[in-house]
């Protein structure tokens, strides 16, 4: 085609060469189309890169095209011409100029579709210039587009990424000032709605040549005709929105919202109207909605009219209407400090009523945010504000300054006030410990927005009371910001806020769920802790008390403290409480936590329960709490120490009547409440004293004069425990040693001291009845002490040591007798000197050497002294 054509050309210019005498300015325009037609047809033949092969051929034909169509008007031609036969062959010059120019386009869409962008750049260089001969521009386009059209036939798959941007064009030229432009325009945008459709059809392979010819020559109902097109913007909203895909009409959208700003007052208005109807009806399926609120948003700032500035914010509350979440997300995205354009586009965003519940769920989910925090999805960045700091909540606080005050938005409000007043409340922490400006009002966002929600809720007597208490102020300080929660929940329960069902299921929900970040969970527990002390009496419903159990077990140490508080008023009722066992369970399960403040409330809570718990209960649960004090005998805190001494004799007390049952667990405590009596804390002391004192009936012994101060001697104690042991505890001698020899191993010296004083009587006392195991057991532990860094340790370990041995050489039966004559035979004691002479903690400590001690054994085997103490036999 385009050999023939260039032929034709030349054939043409041999035979009007005789015009270049008669108008020398048509000849020129038809000889430099040849030329540039030339170039066009030579690069589209070449394997030139494909978009450089574009811009080239544009470039070429926008000269061809301001040559062409600014040549006068072929009836002002030929007025020119007198004679007949230069008129007749200026006219087919004429005429053959357009044809040449038309004849390239079809050329160039005939080898690819995606150039029907040059028509689209062909209306744009049209309405830049009146001059141009506007008709016959939209003739050629027309006719290309049917052209184009035929051309599809036989595709199975059309893609031409330009119909969007064209269709815009066209559908504007649609409603022009000319008629003969209208009609041209319409035809042309009926062909192009038969591609876009045709665009959409998925045509299977084996589909009939028939089918197929009848999805290309009917693709629309009869009625609808070119005419239908003209002047009728809803047909045309009607056709595009139906069938433009989602990408398209993005950019059909696009186009004419950028016509809004610069073209003249009939095209601006004609594009609105046909923009508010696309936008009306097709709203939902535009996608790139952040391109159009920031070029709005570029057109605010910039020196525009009034009405077209309300335009363009009519436009953001028709996408508001349609796309809510893809407008606030985007009007969130702006950086602080917002400029007033974004403050208008709010205001638009207000304007729509219907969707004000979508606008206040996608404002919280930003709210739901900590200023300043980044999560690691965000480093693909599909926003670019989310760079060094997210400031997007404190955005969303600023927007609902705007949109709460609303009437229209009274109903959504009324649904979403629990998730506001919680979500903001934590953005006044978040607040706290942002480092903002000392005059940067950007931190009064939120503390505005929520008395804004107070007040729009009816709860105007509730700010007041606020206002008075002071309770702003309180958020200005990491410090006082839980006091400033309490204020908040306290003021509102006691104004009885008709919104406190809601208030707790949704407090209730944020919990089990569990909170987004540690913090968070603090003001969730004060909060719902102050509501349900003021509308319910002790115990909870289950509901809540489940909520207790899980929190006394929080990672963050301040909620497991404030449920364990809340927990310990509710002993009056504690009785009331179903599966009250599961909840002390609970908190003996907290004992073991690495925060020492938690341990001491959770062992506070669990003595201030257990001291009014029934027995039947108590029974149930009192073996596992025995085990619980046992671990912690042994803490680091002495104060913690102390207290599971004394709370593990309490519960002896409490359950003085199921002595065989806590038999066990006072034998396996009763080494470190020996050992610990050495402690350098008095407090621990004096715990272990008193603990001794009530575990006396179960060792039948008077034990009360013996740790009094005034009498005071370890060692007497020691002997006395030995004494009982091995009178009434024989079965439990092997781990009684085993316990003792783990305290040998301790980092706190009065604790190994203790351990080799209370292992050398159980040697000396026990030497006939100790199998030959236990004994060696305890020498390979003694050894390792031997060279203690504290010389009184290492002299009583060497005192010990030799002890050990010569009850080894004394050994006279084997183990299994050994181990009958432990349980079943009558035991005969020496009188035992002191091995030490260890008074006990504070006290002079004298010792003997190896020598010393073997003659003492012999020589004093009966003298009597006070530091003699005669051991009874057992009957």
Not at 236 to 246: N, R, W
Request: net charge positive.
């Amino acid at each position: 085609m385009d050999n023939i054509s260039h032929l034709q050309s030349l054939q043409a210019s041999v035979k009007w060469r005789h015009l270049e005498n008669v108008n020398a300015d048509l000849w020129d325009t038809f000889c430099k189309l040849l030329s540039n037609q030339a170039i066009i047809m030579a690069i589209n033949s070449s394997y030139m890169d494909p978009l450089e092969q574009f811009e080239i051929q544009l470039q070429t034909i926008e000269e061809c095209f301001r040559n062409v169509f600014s040549m006068p008007n072929l009836s002002k031609l030929l007025e020119r011409q007198k004679n007949s036969d230069d008129q007749e062959d200026i006219e087919h010059l004429y005429k053959s100029i357009l044809c040449i120019f038309e004849d390239t386009l079809r050329i160039l869409v005939a080898k690819d579709l995606y150039k029907l962008q040059i028509l689209r750049e062909m209306i744009i260089w049209m309405n830049a210039n009146n001059r141009y001969l506007q008709e016959r521009v939209m003739t050629i386009i027309s006719k290309v587009i049917k052209f184009s059209r035929r051309k599809i036939q036989g595709y199975k798959t059309v893609d031409i990424p330009c119909m969007g941007h064209l269709a815009a064009e066209l559908a504007v030229l649609c409603s022009h000032k000319n008629l003969q432009i209208v009609i041209q325009a319409s035809i042309a945008m009926y062909h192009l709605l038969c591609i876009i459709k045709f665009q959409n059809v998925d045509v299977p392979s084996d589909t009939s040549a028939e089918v197929e010819n009848c999805l290309y020559f009917v693709p629309f109902d009869k009625e609808f005709t070119p005419k239908l097109l003209q002047k009728n913007n809803e047909a045309i909203a009607k056709y595009v929105g139906d069938y433009l895909k989602s990408s398209l009409l993005d950019d059909f959208v696009f186009s004419l919202l950028k016509k809004l700003p610069k073209y003249p007052s009939h095209t601006s208005t004609e594009a609105s109207a046909l923009l508010k109807l696309i936008l009306e009806m097709k709203g939902d399926q535009v996608i790139r909605v952040a391109r159009i609120v920031d070029f709005i948003h570029t057109q605010l700032n910039a020196n525009l009219p009034i009405d077209l500035k309300q335009t363009l914010l009519q436009i953001i509350a028709l996408l508001t209407r349609s796309v809510p979440q893809k407008v606030v997300f985007q009007l969130l995205d702006y950086m602080l400090p917002v400029d007033r354009s974004v403050l208008k586009m709010w205001k638009a965003v207000s304007t729509e009523s219907k969707s004000s519940c979508l606008v206040l769920k996608t404002i919280l989910i930003v709210l739901k945010g900590k200023p300043g925090e980044v999560e690691e999805s965000s480093k693909i960045r599909k926003r670019f504000s989310l760079d060094t700091a997210n400031m997007m909540p404190v955005v969303a606080a600023q927007a609902l300054c705007i949109l709460l005050p609303v009437p229209e938005y009274k109903k959504a409000i009324a649904q979403f006030f629990p998730q506001l007043l919680i979500d903001l409340i934590l953005q006044l922490h978040y607040n706290c410990e942002q480092n903002y400006k000392k005059n940067d009002n950007t931190q009064r966002f939120p503390q505005n927005a929520l008395r804004i929600l107070l007040r729009s809720s009816g709860l105007e007597n509730v700010d007041s009371a606020l206002n008075k208490r002071d309770c702003w102020n309180q958020f200005s300080s990491l410090t006082f910001h839980h006091y400033g929660v309490y204020l908040i929940a306290r003021t509102l329960s006691e104004f009885n806020f008709p919104q406190l069902p809601e208030t707790l299921h949704y407090l209730y929900k944020l919990s089990v769920e569990g909170p987004r970040r540690k913090e968070d969970s603090v003001t969730t527990v004060i909060f719902l802790i102050e509501l349900l002390n003021n509308f319910f009496k002790d115990p909870f419903p289950e509901e809540f008390l489940a909520l207790f159990k899980i929190w006394v077990n929080d990672p963050n140490s301040t909620v497991s403290k404030l449920s364990l508080q809340k927990i310990s008023t509710m002993a009056p009722v504690i009785n009331q409480i179903k599966n009250i066992k599961e909840l002390l369970l609970c908190i003996v399960d907290a004992l073991p936590s690495k925060d020492k403040t938690v341990i001491i409330q959770a062992m506070t809570t669990l003595r201030k329960l257990l001291s009014v718990l029934d027995k039947v209960t108590y029974s149930i649960i009192c073996m596992r709490i025995a085990s619980s004090y046992y671990s912690l005998m042994d803490h680091e805190t002495a104060s913690i120490r102390a207290m599971a001494f004394r709370h593990f004799g309490d519960l002896l007390k409490d359950m003085k009547q199921y002595t065989w049952m806590l038999k066990p667990a006072v034998i396996k405590c009763l080494v470190p409440l020996l050992l610990f009596l050495e402690d350098s804390e008095l407090r621990v002391v004096k715990a272990c004293k008193y603990t001794l004192n009530i575990c006396a009936p179960y060792f039948k012994w008077k034990v009360i004069p013996l740790l009094q101060d005034n009498l005071y001697n370890y060692e007497i104690v020691v002997l006395n425990i030995c004494n009982c042991l091995y009178n009434n505890f024989g079965s439990f001698i092997s781990d009684i040693i085993f316990t003792t020899l783990g305290f040998l191993k301790s980092d706190r010296g009065f604790l190994r001291k203790a351990a080799i004083i209370f292992l050398g009587y159980m040697a000396k006392m026990g030497s006939n009845v100790l199998v030959k195991n236990e004994i060696w057991n305890m020498i390979d532990a003694i050894e390792k002490v031997l060279h203690d860094e504290e010389p009184s340790i290492k002299q009583m370990a060497d005192v010990t040591y030799m002890l050990f041995m010569e009850v080894l050489n004394e050994l006279k039966y084997s183990g299994l007798k050994q181990k009958i004559q432990r349980l079943c035979s009558p035991f005969q004691f020496k009188n035992i000197l002191l091995l030490y002479n260890y008074k006990g903690r504070g006290a002079s400590i004298s010792f003997f050497s190896i020598e010393e001690y073997a003659i003492n054994t012999i020589e004093k085997d009966e003298e009597e002294n006070l530091s003699t103490l005669t051991i009874p036999s057992k009957n």
